[in-house]
């Protein structure tokens, strides 16, 4: 069975500039979602899909963030304008609705603001 | 607000001995998970622990959760030095809202 998939795996920008990423989730999970894990700390939720409603963005800095879940999918996330306190590793994860409900971790893409 | 602490933040033990991370929470739940994450690497899926009581074990990891006292264990019995990584616990209050602790990085050696 095929994983979370992400992309790209590595992003240098400057400040001020924008950015996207984008997941792809298990098959067949209707949970997505995002977190920012900033280095030596735990992930931080910034958004929950349900299909593709939006269940939890209560972290999300919307002024600068937004995310997108087409046909309750695949997802974007991106960022714009960047800031240099953004540069973390971004993950996204998905879950099923079954009992174990346990969420499945992509390789994440690690964004450098400079 | 859904508080997730865990202790300690950093843990470095022989080879061969044994010893346990906390994880406690501030907000009454039934499912917990731990996660392992290795340097430069994702989040890998250790154990579900879906009621009071619960207790996987799984090689030399084993983790149980007291919901009533808000609290799980993972508790590492004769430690190997592949068990170096961070470790995570989550907690699910929420539509399936996951909350992670701060993180233990556990360095074993020789």
């Known amino acids: 069975e095929a994983g979370v998939a992400q992309s790209p795996r590595y992003k240098i920008i400057e400040k001020r500039q924008s950015v996207a990423f984008w997941c792809n989730p298990i098959s067949g999970h209707a949970t997505l979602y995002w977190y920012q894990q900033i280095l030596g700390q735990g992930p931080k939720l910034l958004i929950q899909f349900q299909n593709n409603g939006v269940v939890d963005d209560s972290q999300l800095p919307k002024d600068r963030f937004s995310a997108e879940r087409l046909k309750g999918v695949d997802s974007t996330l991106k960022i714009q304008p960047a800031k240099l306190e953004d540069s973390a590793v971004y993950l996204c994860a998905s879950s099923s609705s079954w009992v174990r409900r346990e969420a499945f971790f992509g390789q994440g893409t690690r964004l450098t603001v400079v | ?110």
């Open chain 2, 1 to 110: 607000e859904l508080k997730v602490e865990q202790n300690p933040l950093f843990l470095s033990m022989q080879e061969g001995k044994n010893y346990t991370i906390y994880c406690n929470y501030s907000t009454t739940s039934d499912r917990l998970y731990w996660y392992r994450q290795d340097p430069g690497k994702s989040l890998e899926s250790l154990f579900v622990l879906l009621s009071n009581g619960a207790v996987k074990q799984e090689g030399r990891l084993m983790a149980s959760l007291d919901t009533k006292a808000r609290l799980s264990t993972l508790h590492i019995t004769a430690a190997v030095h592949d068990l170096s990584a961070t470790y995570f616990c989550a907690v699910v209050v929420t539509a399936s809202k996951l909350t992670f602790g701060t993180g233990t990085r556990l360095q074993v050696t020789l």
